[in-house]
């Protein structure tokens, strides 16, 4: 048979294929559910805590704690919007609740650009002289920065800045030594008319620890915490999705719902993970044109996104911690002695200039903390102790993410 037979026979087999996926759109992370589960005491409390700005008052400044995939952004969304459409019926006084992620802004500039263009100011210079704008490049922070609180000022703007994952914008700010985030956080001092709030959203819990302790008691005047949802709670949140998403309620097992939900919850009860799980699973289902989801899809689904995340983090290595992971698949007894000369001996093979065995013992430690590898302390009675590492990536994965990097061609 040709190739094109065999694609014109594919094609047919898979217009002619059972479909147990209604619309695909329900399972992807951009999806708005209208319903949000087992969150209502935390909307409750961000509503509360900006309802000030409904009676023309000035909100707190609020933090938003949580692990990845707690619900933080939807009920944030939500709420602003609830407030926004509220306000767009009454139009008493101007509201403008802004909302950005750091993680899309390569530089505070662009952070700042975005928030500003949200409150309406153009990147264009306009014809008239006497209206405010905002370049997309040229400015200092500062001046960007006066631009925005002008233009509440002049607007009598009652203003909530939400930024969202926060904690990049504390390391764009570390970069550029800009104390931005103070400024922000006290930037309502400055505003006599109209008003500004910032929330604050994070994932990551350490994040405070790093900051100017000035800027944790302004940041922090309000905090709220989003904790993990259990085993259950994730059920029921697939649930409501499985009936948006599938041809039928049956389409997904119980036992495979359980064991998705059991998955997804072992870590740290992670909702984007439980549908993620869910959508790989769909998709590797009705790939074998199975008529239901099955446990072992959902098997399938978790082994599929666990080599995933293990090739992207292999493959945002340096060359030396990539050459150090081939070095403990390649030692026989994982000690880091061994480790150390394999490294070596790797090293002088590509023509690389070896780092110190003290470099590499900390290394190690790196990446036995982003989970890599994993290390055990042995003892040697009167010679004292020693680390024995193996990894936790197969070599099969490994040498298949490597292969294609000629660096490496003489290695694996
Ligand atoms: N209670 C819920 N009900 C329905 N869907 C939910 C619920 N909580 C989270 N989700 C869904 O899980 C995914 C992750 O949620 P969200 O993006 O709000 O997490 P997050 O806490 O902001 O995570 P991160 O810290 O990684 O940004 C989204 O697809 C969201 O729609
Ligand atoms: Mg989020």
């Given at each position: 048979m040709s190739d094109d037979d065999h694609l014109k026979n594919l094609l047919n087999f898979i217009k002619q294929g059972k479909t147990i996926i209604k619309d695909r759109n329900v399972l992807h992370f951009s999806y708005l559910p209208t319903t949000i589960l087992h969150r209502k005491n935390e909307q409750g409390k961000i509503l509360q805590s900006l309802s000030p700005i409904l009676k023309h008052s000035r909100p707190s400044n609020l933090l938003i704690y949580g692990k990845p995939g707690t619900g933080k952004t939807l009920v944030v969304k939500k709420i602003l919007k609830l407030i926004i459409d509220d306000n767009a019926k009454e139009n008493k006084f101007p509201i403008k609740l802004v909302y950005t992620n750091s993680k899309d802004e390569m530089t505070l500039y662009g952070?700042?650009?975005?928030?500003?263009?949200?409150?309406?100011?153009?990147?264009?210079?306009?014809?008239?002289n006497n209206e405010d704008w905002l370049p997309k490049t040229g400015l200092s922070i500062s001046m960007v920065f006066n631009i925005i609180i002008?233009?509440?000022?002049?607007?009598?703007?009652?203003?909530?800045?939400?930024?969202?994952?926060?904690?990049?914008?504390?390391?764009?700010?570390?970069?550029?030594?800009?104390?931005?985030?103070?400024?922000?956080?006290?930037?309502?001092?400055r505003i006599d008319q109209g008003s500004l709030t910032l929330i604050g959203i994070s994932n990551d819990l350490t994040f405070k620890e790093r900051l100017d302790p000035?800027?944790?008691?302004?940041?922090?005047?309000?905090?709220?915490?989003?904790?993990?949802?259990?085993?259950?709670?994730?059920?029921?949140?697939?649930?409501d999705r499985i009936k948006h998403a599938f041809v039928d309620d049956n389409s997904v097992e119980e036992s495979a719902l359980n064991l998705c939900s059991a998955l997804a919850g072992r870590e740290h009860g992670d909702a984007r993970r439980a549908i993620d799980l869910l959508r790989v699973a769909s998709e590797i289902a009705e790939?074998?044109?199975?008529?239901?989801?099955?446990?072992?899809h959902i098997k399938s689904a978790y082994r599929k996104m666990e080599e995933d995340k293990e090739i992207t983090t292999l493959k945002s290595y340096s060359l030396h911690e990539k050459l150090l992971i081939l070095s403990v698949l390649k030692a026989k007894k994982f000690y880091t002695g061994e480790i150390y000369t394999i490294y070596k001996e790797f090293c002088k093979k590509i023509s690389q200039k070896e780092l110190t065995q003290r470099r590499v013992t900390q290394l190690l430690s790196e990446l036995e903390l982003s989970g890599m590898v994993s290390g055990r302390i042995i003892s040697q009675g009167i010679h004292g102790r020693t680390k024995k590492y193996t990894s936790s990536i197969s070599y099969e994965t490994v040498v298949n993410t490597l292969k294609n990097d000629t660096i490496f061609y003489d290695l694996i």
């Open positions: 952070l700042l650009v975005s928030l500003g263009s949200q409150l309406g100011l153009k990147s264009q210079k306009p014809l008239t002008k233009t509440i000022i002049k607007n009598k703007f009652n203003t909530v800045f939400v930024i969202d994952e926060i904690d990049n914008l504390a390391d764009l700010v570390s970069k550029t030594g800009k104390d931005i985030l103070y400024q922000l956080t006290r930037a309502n001092e000035r800027v944790i008691s302004s940041l922090s005047e309000e905090e709220i915490i989003f904790t993990n949802y259990n085993a259950y709670q994730l059920k029921e949140i697939l649930l790939r074998e044109q199975s008529s239901t989801i099955k446990p072992h």
